[in-house]
């Protein structure tokens, strides 16, 4: 694979985008001020590839607080668990240096929101063509089951991500290689796809090839679906394996260049943000500036935490200074007022 000239070409795209999106995770002030704008966005696509579907809107006042969790509906929940899930694997790949059969498990439970682990040996899953393919519902593939089979087939998987010096391929290669793997195992009974789109990210990040994992990947597989599950059949009934990398590298090279420009918009529009409010609100500092940028929506307590303002009506008056200022606008839903930052809220929109 590694001697096709087309795969070195796109190797070499994807891996230099990749770097230029790392630079700019490198310039923001908070590292995790991704996870309620660009990490969410990954969360919601995500979860839409398996048909879950939630509003913008609808996430943005859920990170906020704006709702209620009993209110919270449950394909919002399920793109919050996704995200915490990505956070949570983060952490735990940071600490332990390698991926392990732990990490993973603890990833699709936290998905899931489930105690299950592997699939059983005796259940059937089969996996079958999608509702907008020719011959829908046909059976075009049967995981493998059986005692200790998945398990050892995973071990297997996870030896190869982990062990660089016996299997001396570009780590952009084997995450290719690995999520189809992964796909082909079909580990859980039920959070697959998902839980294979959080280890690309995460694998990525354990080789240093990405600071945090908010590479916006699955925009590119949900707008390339028919694609991506054409050229996972090609491999599983041709071993066509060139057209599948050259896919994924696509996807990491067209993505990295979004998550890049995101970036770089958010980072520009804070910069103009925190002069302007600068200029015309006395109190107006970085830390605010931060925080406001840190999700579209935001409840005036966020403010008071970081300013140590507890009289909700100075917070009122603060907040009404903001919306003079044009940082902010008003916004209700049913007794509860927040406010939106529109200039960001635009910038996620594309």
């Given at each position: 694979m590694e001697e096709d000239v087309e795969v070195m070409k796109k190797l070499v795209a994807a891996s230099r985008a990749l770097a230029t999106t790392n630079s700019s995770i490198h310039r923001l002030p908070n590292p995790t001020m991704l996870i309620n704008t660009i990490a969410l966005q990954e969360a919601q696509t995500s979860t839409a590839i398996e048909n879950i579907f939630t509003t913008e809107d609808e996430l943005y006042k859920a990170v906020s607080e704006t709702i209620r969790e009993e209110n919270i509906k449950p394909a919002t929940k399920e793109?919050?668990?996704?995200?915490?899930?990505?956070?949570?694997?983060?952490?735990?790949?940071?600490?332990?240096?390698?991926?392990?059969?732990?990490?993973?498990?603890?990833?699709?439970?936290?998905?899931?929101n489930s105690t299950a682990g592997i699939r059983p040996p005796q259940t059937l899953t089969v996996?079958?063509?999608?509702?907008?393919?020719?011959?829908?519902?046909?059976?075009?593939?049967?995981?493998?089951r059986g005692a200790g089979i998945i398990e050892v087939k995973m071990e297997n998987l996870i030896e190869y991500l982990n062990d660089d010096e016996k299997y001396p391929t570009d780590p952009m290669i084997k995450m290719c290689i690995a999520h189809y793997q992964f796909e082909a195992i079909h580990p859980f009974s039920d959070g697959n796809g998902r839980t294979g789109r959080i280890l690309n990210l995460l694998y990525l990040v354990n080789k240093g090839l990405l600071r945090q994992p908010v590479l916006y990947l699955s925009k590119y597989i949900m707008i390339n679906k028919d694609d991506y599950y054409h050229h996972l059949?090609?491999?599983?009934?041709?071993?066509?394996?060139?057209?599948?990398?050259?896919?994924?590298?696509?996807?990491?090279?067209?993505?990295?260049?979004?998550?890049?420009?995101?970036?770089?918009?958010?980072?520009?529009?804070?910069?103009?943000?925190?002069?302007?409010?600068k200029t015309t609100i006395k109190w107006y500092n970085k830390e605010v500036n931060e925080t406001i940028f840190s999700q579209?929506?935001?409840?005036?307590?966020?403010?008071?935490?970081?300013?140590?303002?507890?009289?909700?009506?100075?917070?009122?008056?603060?907040?009404?200074?903001?919306?003079?200022?044009?940082?902010?606008?008003?916004?209700?839903?049913?007794?509860?007022?927040?406010y939106i930052n529109d200039d960001l809220v635009q910038i996620l929109k594309g």
């Open positions: 793109v919050l668990r996704y995200r915490e899930a990505l956070w949570e694997g983060y952490h735990i790949t940071q600490e332990k240096g390698k991926m392990d059969m732990e990490s993973i498990i603890s990833t699709f439970r936290q998905i899931k996996i079958r063509r999608g509702q907008s393919e020719f011959r829908s519902g046909e059976v075009v593939y049967t995981p493998p059949s090609g491999v599983t009934q041709r071993e066509s394996w060139k057209p599948w990398v050259m896919y994924m590298l696509d996807a990491v090279e067209k993505t990295a260049e979004l998550t890049n420009q995101l970036i770089t918009s958010i980072l520009n529009q804070m910069e103009a943000t925190l002069a302007h409010g579209p929506y935001i409840k005036p307590k966020f403010i008071g935490e970081i300013l140590g303002i507890t009289s909700r009506t100075t917070l009122t008056k603060y907040f009404g200074e903001l919306v003079s200022a044009k940082i902010l606008s008003p916004a209700k839903d049913g007794k509860e007022v927040y």
